[in-house]
């Protein structure tokens, strides 16, 4: 799990093993505990209405990168094809979703639309925050995660399956 609120930045790319690669490099030399753990990697999943692949190097003492590859014929997919790779977003976690959502529309914050869960993560949930109030990014606000280093993720604070004798 990150150690702190900001959970992730989220880029989108064209060839995900390839971004997967090249990053692997970058934290090699800038921050190679990011390579300690699993990866997490979801293949062709359904991100919420917009199908991709995705992966995220685990960190629990900073802040993770996270990498998707939309499926061209997605909204997601079409907004890459026009801006080409890019921050998607900046992830931060609360462990009260939906009173963070509404204390940030009670303050005149962009919160977009509701609460979003993944079907294949129900227990995941989150909403967003307008680029026009963050200044040009969107923010995900998420339920706390974490990694069981299985390569998926899992509700913070879940308990640890035991290894089977």
């Keep these: 799990m990150p ?14 093993d390839k971004a997967v690669d090249d990053w692997s490099k970058i ?19 359904d991100g919420g209405g917009d199908k991709m692949s995705w992966a995220t190097f685990v ?21 890459l094809a026009r801006k080409g790779e890019h921050i998607h977003h900046i992830c931060i976690t609360t462990p009260d979703l939906p009173a963070s959502l509404d204390a940030m529309r009670a303050k005149g914050v962009d919160v977009i639309g509701g609460i979003n869960h993944d079907p294949e993560m129900p227990w995941q949930k989150w909403g967003w925050v307008g680029a026009t109030t963050a200044h040009g990014v969107l923010i995900e606000v998420a339920a706390p995660y974490e990694s ?14 035991e290894p089977a004798e």
């Design 3 to 16: 150690s702190g609120p900001i959970a992730h930045i989220s880029f989108l790319v064209h060839d995900l």
């Design 148 to 161: 069981h280093d299985d390569g998926k993720w899992h509700p913070a604070g879940a308990k640890v399956a």
């Design 59 to 79: 960190s629990d003492h900073g802040v993770e990168i996270q990498l998707m590859q939309p499926d061209p014929d997605t909204k997601l997919g079409q907004r």
């Design 27 to 45: 934290l090699s030399v800038l921050d190679p505990k990011q390579l300690e753990k699993r990866i997490v990697r979801y293949d062709e999943t």
